[in-house]
């Protein structure tokens, strides 16, 4: 079986500050992993994945995941945040039987 | 284009009632979900469907039922509604490999209100 587990229920933090929203998964088999990110009365949108290969993945607005076997972790990190950045974020993990795994979500607040 | 779409995007009924949603994605993808997320932003997967055939049922009531016309089509009939039923119901298709689903792609929602 597997499961996500996302340690943080909520993150508040300043406008250019650094975060870190983490992510922790078990799984008997090799697995693929994902960022999603949920803005308010909105569905979900890929933030970032690691399929294969490095183990440092990036998304196109600043934020970059690592996937750690060893610690079965997929922490997701950004060095500055900014309001808009203002979301739920999802972690799921997909190893075959056809379904995603999610984890219960980080409510990311960026104050001013 | 959009890539999963899902009608209606809100959906306000009495206790009892029957309804449906529906979902098509236009991705060519051979797997779709159902997913149900409730007051507390968690997800909870309730089928699976690959090339039309129902992959994963997992423990919903029978008065939800999925039905799979064709691979891009999903559509979840809820029979007898309850106040519990209230939720945002989220369609999704991903593309299986041969060791997961590569991403999955979501629909908007429908934000049904059961009173």
């Known amino acids: 079986a597997q499961s996500v587990t996302q340690l943080d229920s909520q993150v508040p933090v300043f406008e250019e500050a650094p975060v870190e929203l983490r992510c922790n998964y078990s799984?008997?088999?090799?697995?693929?992993l994902f960022w999603y990110v949920q803005y308010p009365n909105q569905g979900l949108q890929l933030l970032l994945k690691?399929?294969?290969?490095?183990?440092l993945v990036e998304s196109i607005n600043g934020f970059e995941a690592e996937f750690n076997k060893s610690q079965t972790s997929f922490h997701l990190r950004k060095p500055s945040v900014h309001i808009s950045d203002t979301a739920e974020y999802f972690c799921a993990v997909s190893g075959g039987f056809n379904k995603f795994y999610f984890g219960s979500g980080t409510k990311l607040n960026v104050k001013p | 284009d959009t890539a999963v779409s899902q009608t209606p995007k809100y959906l306000v009924t009495q206790m009892g009632n029957d309804k449906s949603i529906k979902c098509e994605q236009n991705?060519?993808?051979?797997?779709m979900y159902w997913y149900k997320q409730d007051s507390k932003k968690f997800l909870k997967i309730m089928f699976s469907?690959?090339?039309?055939?129902?992959?994963i049922n997992e423990t919903v009531p029978n008065r939800f039922s999925p039905k799979s016309p064709d691979k891009a089509h999903l559509n979840l009939h809820i029979n007898s509604l309850e106040l519990g039923d209230s939720a945002v119901y989220f369609c999704?298709?991903?593309?299986?490999?041969?060791?997961?689903?590569?991403?999955?792609?979501f629909g908007q929602g429908t934000r049904l209100t059961v009173v």
């Open positions: 799984s008997s088999v090799s697995v693929y």
């Open positions: 991705l060519g993808h051979d797997t």
């Open positions: 469907y690959n090339n039309k055939e129902l992959i």
């Open positions: 999704a298709s991903s593309q299986p490999t041969g060791t997961g689903n590569t991403e999955a792609f």
């Open positions: 690691y399929l294969s290969g490095s183990t």
